[in-house]
Protein backbone atom coordinates (compact mmCIF):
# COMPACT_ATOMS: atom_id res chain seq x y z
CA UNK A 1 0.00 0.00 0.00
CA UNK A 2 1.50 3.57 -0.93
CA UNK A 3 1.48 6.43 1.06
CA UNK A 4 -1.46 8.13 -1.05
CA UNK A 5 -3.70 5.00 -0.09
CA UNK A 6 -3.39 6.57 3.11
CA UNK A 7 -4.91 9.81 2.54
CA UNK A 8 -8.22 7.80 1.68
CA UNK A 9 -9.62 8.18 5.18
CA UNK A 10 -13.86 8.05 5.73
CA UNK A 11 -15.67 11.27 6.40
CA UNK A 12 -17.44 10.69 9.29
CA UNK A 13 -20.97 9.71 8.84
CA UNK A 14 -23.08 13.15 10.44
CA UNK A 15 -20.94 15.83 9.80
CA UNK A 16 -21.36 20.01 10.39
CA UNK A 17 -18.58 22.54 9.57
CA UNK A 18 -16.66 23.56 12.40
CA UNK A 19 -17.85 26.72 14.37
CA UNK A 20 -16.56 30.10 13.93
CA UNK A 21 -17.03 32.93 16.08
CA UNK A 22 -16.96 35.53 13.27
CA UNK A 23 -19.67 33.99 11.82
CA UNK A 24 -17.71 32.58 8.18
CA UNK A 25 -18.23 28.77 7.18
CA UNK A 26 -15.03 27.57 7.39
CA UNK A 27 -13.89 26.73 3.90
CA UNK A 28 -10.99 28.25 2.09
CA UNK A 29 -9.24 28.13 -1.37
CA UNK A 30 -5.88 27.64 -1.82
CA UNK A 31 -3.60 29.57 -2.39
CA UNK A 32 -2.78 32.90 -4.41
CA UNK A 33 0.83 33.15 -5.58
CA UNK A 34 0.38 36.14 -8.53
CA UNK A 35 3.43 38.08 -6.08
CA UNK A 36 5.25 35.28 -6.25
CA UNK A 37 6.38 36.36 -10.01
CA UNK A 38 8.40 38.81 -9.01
CA UNK A 39 12.39 38.38 -8.80
CA UNK A 40 12.80 40.29 -5.84
CA UNK A 41 9.59 38.68 -3.83
CA UNK A 42 11.44 34.73 -5.12
CA UNK A 43 14.88 36.11 -4.00
CA UNK A 44 13.36 37.62 -0.75
CA UNK A 45 11.69 34.23 0.05
CA UNK A 46 14.86 32.03 -1.08
CA UNK A 47 16.97 33.93 1.38
CA UNK A 48 14.79 32.83 4.00
CA UNK A 49 13.89 28.85 2.94
CA UNK A 50 18.07 28.17 1.87
CA UNK A 51 18.58 29.16 5.79
CA UNK A 52 15.82 27.04 7.12
CA UNK A 53 16.94 23.72 4.99
CA UNK A 54 20.32 24.21 7.18
CA UNK A 55 18.35 22.88 10.51
CA UNK A 56 19.27 20.27 12.18
CA UNK A 57 15.50 18.40 13.64
CA UNK A 58 16.24 16.22 16.66
CA UNK A 59 14.29 14.52 19.21
CA UNK A 60 15.32 15.28 22.92
CA UNK A 61 13.57 14.94 26.40
CA UNK A 62 14.18 16.89 28.95
CA UNK A 63 15.85 15.41 32.09
CA UNK A 64 15.14 18.63 34.45
CA UNK A 65 16.69 20.97 32.53
CA UNK A 66 19.25 19.02 30.52
CA UNK A 67 18.26 18.50 26.72
CA UNK A 68 18.94 14.51 26.35
CA UNK A 69 18.79 13.64 22.33
CA UNK A 70 16.43 10.37 21.67
CA UNK A 71 18.08 7.85 19.54
CA UNK A 72 14.34 6.06 18.17
CA UNK A 73 11.60 5.64 15.92
CA UNK A 74 11.40 9.92 16.00
CA UNK A 75 14.69 10.37 14.98
CA UNK A 76 14.92 7.98 12.57
CA UNK A 77 11.70 9.29 11.08
CA UNK A 78 13.03 13.30 10.86
CA UNK A 79 16.51 11.67 9.64
CA UNK A 80 14.62 10.23 6.65
CA UNK A 81 11.26 11.91 5.84
CA UNK A 82 9.84 9.83 3.09
CA UNK A 83 11.47 7.79 -0.05
CA UNK A 84 11.53 11.05 -1.98
CA UNK A 85 13.04 13.45 0.27
CA UNK A 86 16.35 13.99 2.43
CA UNK A 87 16.34 15.94 5.22
CA UNK A 88 17.11 19.53 4.11
CA UNK A 89 14.61 18.71 1.13
CA UNK A 90 11.82 18.18 3.07
CA UNK A 91 12.23 21.47 5.32
CA UNK A 92 12.89 23.36 2.06
CA UNK A 93 9.35 22.18 1.06
CA UNK A 94 7.42 23.05 4.14
CA UNK A 95 8.99 26.14 3.97
CA UNK A 96 8.16 27.03 0.60
CA UNK A 97 4.54 26.37 1.15
CA UNK A 98 4.47 27.76 4.44
CA UNK A 99 5.77 30.96 3.17
CA UNK A 100 3.60 30.81 -0.33
CA UNK A 101 0.32 29.81 1.67
CA UNK A 102 0.85 31.25 4.69
CA UNK A 103 -0.10 27.58 5.71
CA UNK A 104 1.54 24.48 5.33
CA UNK A 105 -0.36 20.74 6.14
CA UNK A 106 2.08 17.81 6.68
CA UNK A 107 0.44 14.29 7.10
CA UNK A 108 2.25 11.63 9.01
CA UNK A 109 1.90 8.47 8.35
CA UNK A 110 1.97 5.32 10.69
CA UNK A 111 1.17 2.16 11.66
CA UNK A 112 0.12 0.56 15.10
CA UNK A 113 2.23 -2.01 17.08
CA UNK A 114 0.63 -3.87 20.01
CA UNK A 115 3.17 -4.13 22.88
CA UNK A 116 3.27 -7.32 24.87
CA UNK A 117 0.94 -6.01 27.52
CA UNK A 118 -1.50 -5.42 25.07
CA UNK A 119 -1.49 -1.67 24.60
CA UNK A 120 -1.45 -0.08 20.99
CA UNK A 121 1.46 2.70 19.86
CA UNK A 122 1.76 4.67 17.00
CA UNK A 123 4.93 3.96 15.20
CA UNK A 124 5.57 6.66 12.77
CA UNK A 125 7.12 5.59 9.34
CA UNK A 126 6.42 8.90 6.84
CA UNK A 127 6.14 12.71 6.81
CA UNK A 128 4.75 14.17 3.61
CA UNK A 129 3.72 17.72 2.79
CA UNK A 130 0.20 18.33 1.38
CA UNK A 131 -0.37 21.06 -1.22
CA UNK A 132 -4.51 21.24 -1.13
CA UNK A 133 -6.22 23.44 -3.10
CA UNK A 134 -9.31 23.63 -1.12
CA UNK A 135 -9.43 22.73 2.62
CA UNK A 136 -12.82 22.58 4.78
CA UNK A 137 -12.52 22.10 8.56
CA UNK A 138 -15.65 20.17 9.48
CA UNK A 139 -16.76 18.36 12.64
CA UNK A 140 -18.66 15.05 13.96
CA UNK A 141 -21.11 14.40 16.67
CA UNK A 142 -18.73 14.70 19.14
CA UNK A 143 -16.83 18.12 18.11
CA UNK A 144 -14.14 16.30 16.58
CA UNK A 145 -12.21 18.40 14.28
CA UNK A 146 -11.82 17.35 10.48
CA UNK A 147 -10.08 18.59 8.01
CA UNK A 148 -11.68 18.17 4.35
CA UNK A 149 -9.17 18.45 1.56
CA UNK A 150 -9.20 18.54 -2.38
CA UNK A 151 -5.97 18.75 -4.57
CA UNK A 152 -5.15 19.68 -8.17
CA UNK A 153 -6.10 16.33 -9.42
CA UNK A 154 -9.77 16.59 -8.00
CA UNK A 155 -8.85 14.03 -5.18
CA UNK A 156 -10.38 14.68 -1.93
CA UNK A 157 -10.33 13.24 1.47
CA UNK A 158 -10.92 13.99 5.06
CA UNK A 159 -8.42 13.80 7.89
CA UNK A 160 -8.68 14.21 11.64
CA UNK A 161 -7.12 17.30 12.16
CA UNK A 162 -5.49 15.79 15.20
CA UNK A 163 -3.21 13.63 12.79
CA UNK A 164 -1.81 16.34 10.84
CA UNK A 165 0.75 18.87 11.30
CA UNK A 166 -0.32 22.13 10.31
CA UNK A 167 2.25 25.02 10.71
CA UNK A 168 0.88 29.06 10.21
CA UNK A 169 2.40 31.88 9.42
CA UNK A 170 0.85 35.28 10.19
CA UNK A 171 -2.09 33.63 12.18
CA UNK A 172 -4.02 36.54 13.22
CA UNK A 173 -8.22 37.31 12.63
CA UNK A 174 -8.92 33.46 11.16
CA UNK A 175 -9.22 30.83 13.85
CA UNK A 176 -8.11 27.83 11.88
CA UNK A 177 -6.00 29.13 9.12
CA UNK A 178 -2.81 31.76 8.70
CA UNK A 179 -3.38 34.69 6.53
CA UNK A 180 -6.59 37.00 6.55
CA UNK A 181 -10.00 36.31 7.72
CA UNK A 182 -10.36 34.13 4.49
CA UNK A 183 -7.27 32.21 5.38
CA UNK A 184 -5.54 33.08 2.40
CA UNK A 185 -2.04 35.54 1.96
CA UNK A 186 -2.99 39.24 2.51
CA UNK A 187 -0.89 40.60 -0.05
CA UNK A 188 -2.77 43.80 -1.02
CA UNK A 189 -0.15 45.71 0.99
CA UNK A 190 2.82 44.56 -1.51
CA UNK A 191 1.40 44.42 -4.40
CA UNK A 192 1.25 48.44 -4.67
CA UNK A 193 4.93 48.27 -4.52
CA UNK A 194 5.07 45.67 -7.09
CA UNK A 195 3.24 47.49 -9.37
CA UNK A 196 5.36 50.49 -8.90
CA UNK A 197 8.20 48.43 -9.11
CA UNK A 198 7.12 46.99 -12.71
CA UNK A 199 6.36 50.69 -13.93
CA UNK A 200 9.77 51.64 -12.94
CA UNK A 201 11.58 48.32 -14.74
CA UNK A 202 9.03 49.63 -17.78
CA UNK A 203 10.41 52.88 -17.99
CA UNK A 204 13.82 51.91 -17.70
CA UNK A 205 13.32 49.83 -20.68
CA UNK A 206 11.69 52.52 -22.62
CA UNK A 207 14.37 54.62 -21.84
CA UNK A 208 17.11 52.40 -22.76
CA UNK A 209 15.17 51.69 -25.78
CA UNK A 210 14.50 55.62 -26.89
CA UNK A 211 18.02 56.65 -26.08
CA UNK A 212 19.59 54.13 -28.78
CA UNK A 213 16.69 54.83 -31.54
CA UNK A 214 18.27 58.32 -32.65
CA UNK A 215 22.41 58.40 -33.22
CA UNK A 216 22.51 61.87 -34.92
CA UNK A 217 21.38 64.18 -37.45
CA UNK A 218 22.67 64.76 -40.37
CA UNK A 219 22.30 67.91 -42.24
CA UNK A 220 22.36 68.53 -46.13
CA UNK A 221 23.73 71.90 -47.33
CA UNK A 222 21.49 71.87 -50.12
CA UNK A 223 18.04 71.40 -51.56
CA UNK A 224 16.85 67.89 -51.73
CA UNK A 225 13.39 66.30 -52.61
CA UNK A 226 12.50 62.74 -51.09
CA UNK A 227 13.67 60.92 -53.40
CA UNK A 228 16.97 62.12 -53.33
CA UNK A 229 16.88 62.42 -49.49
CA UNK A 230 15.79 58.86 -49.20
CA UNK A 231 18.74 57.82 -51.55
CA UNK A 232 21.66 60.29 -49.53
CA UNK A 233 20.23 58.43 -46.07
CA UNK A 234 21.07 55.33 -47.49
CA UNK A 235 24.20 55.93 -49.04
CA UNK A 236 25.35 57.35 -45.51
CA UNK A 237 24.21 54.11 -43.41
CA UNK A 238 26.30 52.15 -46.05
CA UNK A 239 29.18 54.69 -45.24
CA UNK A 240 28.24 53.62 -41.79
CA UNK A 241 28.47 49.95 -41.86
CA UNK A 242 31.75 50.09 -44.35
CA UNK A 243 33.64 52.18 -41.90
CA UNK A 244 35.78 49.89 -39.73
CA UNK A 245 38.41 52.95 -38.65
CA UNK A 246 35.46 55.11 -36.91
CA UNK A 247 35.69 57.35 -39.29
CA UNK A 248 32.83 58.74 -41.39
CA UNK A 249 33.56 60.47 -45.05
CA UNK A 250 31.60 63.08 -45.77
CA UNK A 251 31.73 65.69 -49.18
CA UNK A 252 30.71 69.54 -48.53
CA UNK A 253 27.00 69.10 -49.50
CA UNK A 254 26.48 67.13 -45.84
CA UNK A 255 27.22 67.74 -41.94
CA UNK A 256 26.86 65.05 -39.07
CA UNK A 257 26.12 66.17 -35.68
CA UNK A 258 25.96 63.22 -32.91
CA UNK A 259 23.88 63.55 -30.38
CA UNK A 260 25.33 63.13 -26.82
CA UNK A 261 23.49 60.29 -24.76
CA UNK A 262 23.51 61.63 -20.81
CA UNK A 263 20.24 59.39 -19.95
CA UNK A 264 19.90 59.64 -16.09
CA UNK A 265 17.73 56.45 -15.54
CA UNK A 266 16.89 55.45 -11.80
CA UNK A 267 18.97 56.78 -9.27
CA UNK A 268 20.64 54.14 -6.82
CA UNK A 269 18.26 55.85 -3.67
CA UNK A 270 15.18 54.71 -5.73
CA UNK A 271 15.90 50.82 -6.63
CA UNK A 272 17.60 50.75 -3.18
CA UNK A 273 14.11 52.08 -2.00
CA UNK A 274 11.77 50.11 -3.75
CA UNK A 275 13.64 46.63 -3.04
CA UNK A 276 14.04 47.16 0.80
CA UNK A 277 10.17 48.06 0.94
CA UNK A 278 9.38 44.76 -1.16
CA UNK A 279 12.12 43.23 1.26
CA UNK A 280 10.76 44.53 4.35
CA UNK A 281 7.57 42.66 3.93
CA UNK A 282 9.42 39.10 4.48
CA UNK A 283 11.60 40.60 7.21
CA UNK A 284 14.75 40.00 4.67
CA UNK A 285 17.37 43.19 5.17
CA UNK A 286 19.05 43.67 1.80
CA UNK A 287 22.57 42.71 3.05
CA UNK A 288 21.15 39.18 3.44
CA UNK A 289 19.88 39.13 -0.21
CA UNK A 290 23.31 40.14 -1.42
CA UNK A 291 25.19 38.02 0.52
CA UNK A 292 27.48 40.86 1.75
CA UNK A 293 26.27 40.57 5.56
CA UNK A 294 27.91 40.60 9.21
CA UNK A 295 27.81 38.63 12.44
CA UNK A 296 25.39 41.96 14.01
CA UNK A 297 23.18 42.31 10.57
CA UNK A 298 22.64 37.89 10.41
CA UNK A 299 22.31 37.77 14.04
CA UNK A 300 19.27 40.70 13.94
CA UNK A 301 18.09 38.75 10.45
CA UNK A 302 17.75 34.95 12.48
CA UNK A 303 16.11 36.54 15.75
CA UNK A 304 13.50 38.79 13.64
CA UNK A 305 12.16 36.26 10.44
CA UNK A 306 13.91 32.80 11.26
CA UNK A 307 13.64 32.53 15.16
CA UNK A 308 10.24 32.62 14.59
CA UNK A 309 9.73 29.97 12.17
CA UNK A 310 11.76 27.59 13.83
CA UNK A 311 9.52 27.82 17.01
CA UNK A 312 6.50 27.63 15.04
CA UNK A 313 7.58 24.31 13.49
CA UNK A 314 8.84 22.96 16.28
CA UNK A 315 5.95 23.17 18.43
CA UNK A 316 3.81 22.42 15.93
CA UNK A 317 5.25 18.76 15.64
CA UNK A 318 5.85 18.39 19.17
CA UNK A 319 1.94 18.68 19.69
CA UNK A 320 1.55 15.97 16.82
CA UNK A 321 4.00 13.52 17.35
CA UNK A 322 3.64 13.03 20.70
CA UNK A 323 0.56 12.42 22.73
CA UNK A 324 -0.18 14.48 25.88
CA UNK A 325 1.73 12.20 28.57
CA UNK A 326 4.60 12.19 26.09
CA UNK A 327 4.82 15.62 25.96
CA UNK A 328 4.61 16.20 29.82
CA UNK A 329 7.61 13.82 29.94
CA UNK A 330 9.87 15.89 28.13
CA UNK A 331 9.41 14.65 25.17
CA UNK A 332 10.55 17.53 22.19
CA UNK A 333 11.19 18.47 18.55
CA UNK A 334 13.78 20.84 18.03
CA UNK A 335 15.35 22.36 15.07
CA UNK A 336 18.75 23.32 16.74
CA UNK A 337 20.42 26.04 14.03
CA UNK A 338 24.03 24.79 14.73
CA UNK A 339 24.69 25.44 10.68
CA UNK A 340 23.15 28.67 10.63
CA UNK A 341 25.41 30.68 12.94
CA UNK A 342 27.71 32.47 11.67
CA UNK A 343 31.35 32.82 13.59
CA UNK A 344 34.57 34.03 12.70
CA UNK A 345 37.75 31.67 13.15
CA UNK A 346 38.34 33.47 16.13
CA UNK A 347 34.75 32.63 17.57
CA UNK A 348 34.32 29.33 16.47
CA UNK A 349 38.18 28.89 18.52
CA UNK A 350 36.65 30.27 21.59
CA UNK A 351 33.35 28.27 21.66
CA UNK A 352 35.85 25.23 21.26
CA UNK A 353 37.93 25.69 24.44
CA UNK A 354 34.89 26.69 26.13
CA UNK A 355 33.13 23.25 25.05
CA UNK A 356 36.55 21.40 25.71
CA UNK A 357 36.84 22.45 29.82
CA UNK A 358 33.83 20.43 30.34
CA UNK A 359 34.04 17.43 27.54
CA UNK A 360 30.71 19.01 26.24
CA UNK A 361 32.32 18.51 22.40
CA UNK A 362 33.53 15.09 20.94
CA UNK A 363 37.57 15.70 19.04
CA UNK A 364 35.95 15.16 15.77
CA UNK A 365 33.17 17.74 16.51
CA UNK A 366 36.48 20.10 17.24
CA UNK A 367 38.27 19.13 13.54
CA UNK A 368 34.84 19.37 11.59
CA UNK A 369 33.97 22.96 13.41
CA UNK A 370 37.09 24.01 11.89
CA UNK A 371 36.59 22.25 8.09
CA UNK A 372 38.51 19.43 8.76
CA UNK A 373 38.05 15.64 8.37
CA UNK A 374 36.77 13.35 11.10
CA UNK A 375 39.19 10.77 11.59
CA UNK A 376 38.56 7.02 12.70
CA UNK A 377 40.41 6.96 15.64
CA UNK A 378 38.83 9.67 17.71
CA UNK A 379 35.57 8.13 17.07
CA UNK A 380 33.94 9.16 20.76
CA UNK A 381 36.66 10.42 22.64
CA UNK A 382 35.70 13.38 24.60
CA UNK A 383 38.48 15.28 27.09
CA UNK A 384 37.82 17.32 29.57
CA UNK A 385 40.09 19.47 32.52
CA UNK A 386 40.21 18.13 35.72
CA UNK A 387 39.91 21.95 37.21
CA UNK A 388 36.33 21.16 37.67
CA UNK A 389 34.14 19.39 39.55
CA UNK A 390 30.21 18.27 39.90
CA UNK A 391 28.31 21.32 41.77
CA UNK A 392 26.36 18.19 43.96
CA UNK A 393 29.22 17.12 45.17
CA UNK A 394 31.54 20.53 45.36
CA UNK A 395 31.02 21.41 49.04
CA UNK A 396 31.47 17.75 50.31
CA UNK A 397 34.88 18.04 48.36
CA UNK A 398 35.97 21.39 49.56
CA UNK A 399 34.86 20.36 53.62
CA UNK A 400 36.95 16.69 53.13
CA UNK A 401 39.99 19.03 51.99
CA UNK A 402 39.47 21.42 54.85
CA UNK A 403 39.73 18.36 57.25
CA UNK A 404 42.98 16.66 55.64
CA UNK A 405 40.70 13.69 54.22
CA UNK A 406 41.05 13.02 50.36
CA UNK A 407 44.16 13.40 48.00
CA UNK A 408 44.36 13.46 44.34
CA UNK A 409 45.58 10.03 44.41
CA UNK A 410 42.45 7.96 45.66
CA UNK A 411 39.91 10.01 44.12
CA UNK A 412 38.71 11.85 46.75
CA UNK A 413 38.43 9.39 49.45
CA UNK A 414 39.57 8.55 52.83
CA UNK A 415 43.17 8.17 53.14
CA UNK A 416 44.27 5.02 54.23
CA UNK A 417 47.58 5.76 55.63
CA UNK A 418 46.32 8.21 58.57
CA UNK A 419 45.10 6.10 61.74
Not at 61 to 85: A, E, F, H, K
Not at 361 to 378: C, D, H, M, S, T
Amino acid sequence: MGWLDKLKRKSPKKQKWAQMLNGYTPIFSQFGTNIYASDVVQQAVKCIVDEMKKLNPTHIRYNRNDPVPVSGTIQTLLNDPNPVMTTSEFLEKITWLLLLNYNAFILPTYYIYTNKDGTQVRVYDGLYPLKPTFVEFIEDESNRLYVKMRFENNFETTIPYSDLIHIKYNYSVNEYMGGDVSGQPDHKPVLDTLQLNQTLLEGVAKAMKASYAVNGVVKYNTMLDDGKTEAAMQELETKLRNSESGFLPLDLKSEFTPLERSTQLVDEATLKFIDEKILRNWGVPLSILTGDYTKEQYAAFYQKTLEPLIISISQAFTKKLFTRRERAFGNEIRLYPKDLIFMTVDQTLEMVNMLSNTGSIYENEKRVAFGLQPLPELEGKRYMSLNWVDVDIANQYQMNNKTGKGSSNDGGGENKNEE
